[in-house]
């Protein structure tokens, strides 16, 4: 055909490609090779956000989550403010005992000592749609 007049023995087995880096080709693999999936890091707001979450028994929603750089003389840290929305009878009353446990609760927070934890508002809505959302401040400091 077309293909074997430009290109005469197309039916010859082709030589195999030479590779410059990797195994060689005889040499029995070491396994499977896997790609290193990316994970991106947790950032320190990361790890506010899911143990006041946690705090939370997963019954609250996160509105909003704001966070500031401070430093004085002899410290550095972050302040955090979140805002959380507990719908529901159930959500409420796991908010109420939120806002009970929020000062006295021991974070780990790797890097990060919890200085003051805080409820700054509260705006409890009753009726059939019960509604409740919390303003939790934190202010963290850096551990050195």
Not at 66 to 84: D, N, Q, V, Y
Request: aromatic share 6%; net charge negative.
């Amino acid at each position: 055909m077309l293909f074997d007049a430009i290109q005469p023995g197309a039916d010859a087995p082709l030589a195999p490609f030479e590779t410059k880096s990797g195994a060689p080709q005889d040499a029995p693999a070491s396994g499977p090779r896997r790609s290193r999936r990316y994970r991106p890091r947790r950032t320190t707001a990361d790890r506010v956000r899911e143990a006041l979450l946690m705090l939370a028994e997963g019954r609250a929603s996160l509105l909003t989550h704001e966070e500031k750089p401070w430093r004085s003389i002899t410290f550095a840290g972050t302040r955090h403010e979140i805002m959380l929305d507990f719908e529901g009878e159930v959500a409420v009353a796991v908010g109420e005992e939120f806002i009970a446990r929020l000062p006295d609760h021991e974070f780990t927070i790797p890097g990060q000592l919890v200085a003051d934890a805080t409820v700054r508002e509260v705006d409890h809505r009753f009726g059939a749609d019960q509604r409740m959302v919390v303003t939790a401040v934190l202010l963290l400091l850096e551990e050195s």
